[in-house]
């Protein structure tokens, strides 16, 4: 069992919780958390007892980005803490094959946001908000947010939220599609998990291949997408799983999916 200093990681059964654990710093990212972050993802990711994944914060907030009390950097060190410590984290989760859901609350900032957003699904606290604070201090955002904010909210309102510091809420969030649930602010950890066991029982293969269509999709024409659908529809028909969804729906009962 590997034991980390600033982040949980409880594994219930199919599912993995994976915490970040510096409450008194509101879960801000130092060395530490970016190393281990992306440690716990990568193992949850390879782990084939894992069928899906929640990504939480300790305390009262989800994260509120970059620990600038660790530091500030000069441009050689981002350029290295981009590319090296924040990107295996949040490739980790674009890349494993099985959904990951974060379950954000209080407000996720910063690099925190896009920790947040490059999770396939997430949960919202009505009483939270996303925040994209980097031109109040001459940055710009990192971390995937130029990527994924457009794609959630277009150019122009995307554009808004960064150059403005807007504080967008949970209900605009659910709105513009940049979450999928919202729930009191005391039931998102306890929503995700649930909402994760319930994904980890389908089948395992299909949605690991469902998720690596969709995000290779943003880089693909249509033609492409379908010749890449086929090679990837190719390996799920002649799965066991597809040959257990097909005889339980026939035979009108609930599939057991093995991944296999």
């Known amino acids: 069992m590997v034991d980390y200093s600033t982040v949980d990681y409880i594994t219930d059964g199919p599912v993995a919780l994976v915490v970040l654990n510096r409450p008194d710093a509101m879960n801000a990212f130092n060395a530490d958390l970016r190393a281990e972050l992306a440690e716990a993802l990568q193992r949850a990711g390879s782990d084939p007892a894992v069928r899906a994944v929640v990504l939480a914060g300790n305390g009262?907030?989800?994260?509120?980005g970059a620990d600038l009390k660790a530091g500030f950097p000069d441009g050689n060190q981002v350029r290295k803490q981009l590319r090296e410590e924040y990107r295996p984290g949040l490739v980790a989760i674009a890349d494993m094959e099985k959904p990951v859901i974060s379950a954000i609350h209080g407000s996720a900032a910063g690099i925190g946001l896009s920790f947040a957003l490059a999770?396939?699904?997430s949960v919202m606290g009505e009483g939270a908000f996303l925040l994209s604070p980097f031109s109040n201090i001459g940055l710009i955002p990192d971390g995937g947010a130029t990527w994924?904010?457009?794609r959630a909210l277009g150019y122009g309102r995307a554009f808004q939220v960064a150059?403005?510091?807007?504080?967008?809420?949970a209900q605009v969030c659910l709105e513009t599609g940049l979450v999928n649930r919202v729930v009191a602010d005391d039931r998102v950890r306890d929503e995700a998990l649930e909402w994760a066991h319930s994904l980890s029982e389908?089948?395992?293969r299909a949605l690991g291949l469902t998720k690596k269509a969709m995000r290779r999709a943003?880089?693909?024409?249509?033609a492409d997408s379908i010749d890449f659908e086929a090679e990837l529809q190719s390996e799920c028909i002649d799965s066991e799983d597809?040959?257990?969804g097909v005889s339980a729906f026939l035979e009108k009962r609930k599939p057991k999916f093995t991944g296999r």
Request: proline share 7%.
């Open 60 to 64: 009262r907030v989800f994260s509120a």
């Open 119 to 121: 999770a396939d699904l």
């Open 148 to 150: 994924l904010l457009p």
């Open 163 to 169: 150059v403005e510091n807007e504080r967008v809420s």
């Open 202 to 204: 389908r089948a395992p």
């Open 218 to 222: 943003a880089s693909l024409d249509f």
């Open 242 to 244: 597809c040959k257990e």
